[in-house]
Nanobody, 121 residues
Framework: QVQLVESGGGLVQPGGSLRLSCAAS????????MGWYRQTPGNQREWVASIAASGTTNYVDSVQGRFTISADFAKNTLWLQMDSLQPEDTAVYYC???????????????WGQGTSVTVSS
């Protein structure tokens, strides 16, 4: 099993910044990619950003240019720098990793417990 621990959420005013962190531990042989999703009440979980082991990053259009995803794959750690936050960014943010537990094994997705981000004046 793989455990993900997120931190860094909170309350911030519009235009402010937050930095989310996610640390993965457990049975990890190789991480293929890591990412962030977010969810608001009554809505489906929305993909926000992802980063591959190659370093390739992708973002949903609504956060492009404001959010920056980064990771240290050697330390199984993921970050999301969120700048110019707006009320519509308010959500619970979840990190996810796609992990191979052992050499030659299939890859599996694991999720964190979520961290709440509220953007409000």
């Amino acid at each position: 099993q793989v455990q993900l621990v997120e931190s860094g959420g909170g309350l911030v005013q519009p235009g402010g910044s937050l930095r989310l962190s996610c640390a993965a531990s457990g049975r990890i042989f190789f991480i293929n990619n890591m990412g962030w999703y977010r969810q608001t009440p009554g809505n489906q979980r929305e993909w926000v950003a992802s980063i591959a082991a190659s370093g390739t990053t992708n973002y949903v259009d609504s956060v492009q240019g404001r959010f920056t995803i980064s990771a240290d794959f050697a330390k199984n750690t993921l970050w999301l720098q969120m700048d110019s936050l707006q009320p519509e960014d308010t959500a619970v943010y979840y990190c996810t990793v796609n992990v191979r537990p052992a050499i030659g094994s299939m890859a599996y997705d694991f999720w964190g417990q979520g961290t709440s981000v509220t953007v409000s004046s």
